[in-house]
């Protein structure tokens, strides 16, 4: 099991571009989110998907959109890119209802820089 | 508004000595409380996690104590290795729906040999 895979890892765009940060998973988990990090601002939350055809915001949406393709692939759009969205950009995924541990599994980030 | 708050950004420790990572939350209604370790270019991996009706949970070298009525909690390392040297976030947690994660900023715990 690959758990949950992100593309692409790097990314440098100029502000106005667009672009898509893909995400999947192979735990047939229900809940899909999106996160990014931040120096000194810890881990906080885009949007997140309860499951497959639902989606909603999360603590810092704007300038984002989500798509819940189906159980597996959960993508976040930049429409136009700004400065302020240079941050590493996590998807996770946990079981709906939370399993013993109520954990998420993280992917292993894209590091995303807007000039 | 912070609701979740670690206020050490690092820590330094001696190997085989105890780390202790603390962190603080504001919102009573948090569930489920959790702590990541983070290695530099890789995503948050789950460590060991307390529900809000327990005050202490312990797995191998890693225990987690709760203390409701100060909102607050404490990662304990025992005994402390290098390999443990990473970022620690605490998360607390709210299903609605979904499980929303609200983290804490982080500490960097760095295990001096």
Redesign the interface.
């Known amino acids: 099991n690959a758990g949950v895979t992100q593309t692409p890892k790097f990314q440098v765009l100029k502000t106005g571009q667009s672009m898509t940060l893909q995400c999947a998973q192979d735990m047939n988990h229900n809940s899909m989110y999106w996160y990014r990090q931040d120096p000194g601002m810890g881990l906080r939350l885009i949007y997140y998907s309860a499951s497959e055809g639902t989606t909603d915001k999360g603590e810092v949406p704007n300038g984002y959109n989500v798509s819940r393709l189906n159980k597996r692939e959960f993508s976040l759009r930049l429409e136009s890119a700004a400065p302020s969205q240079t941050s590493v950009y996590f998807c996770a995924s946990s079981e709906l209802p939370p399993g013993s541990n109520n954990e998420q599994f993280f992917g292993p980030g894209t590091r995303l820089t807007v000039l | 508004d912070q609701q979740?708050k670690?206020n050490s950004?690092s820590l330094s420790v001696q190997e085989g000595r105890i780390s202790i990572l603390n962190c603080d939350y504001t919102n009573s209604m948090f569930d489920?409380f959790?702590w990541?370790k983070k290695y530099p270019?890789?995503?948050?991996?789950?460590l060991i996690?307390i529900?809000s009706i327990k005050d202490k949970n312990e797995d191998g070298r890693f225990t987690v104590f709760l203390n409701k009525s100060a909102k607050h909690l404490s990662l304990h390392i025992v005994p402390s290795q290098p390999g443990d040297s990473a970022v620690y976030?605490c998360?607390a947690?709210l299903?609605q729906?979904?499980?929303?994660?609200?983290?804490?900023?982080?500490t960097r715990l760095t295990i001096n040999p």
């Open positions: 979740v670690q950004p489920y959790l990541y270019a890789e995503g948050p991996t789950f996690s529900s976030f998360a947690s299903i729906g979904a499980q929303k994660l609200v983290f804490g900023q982080g």
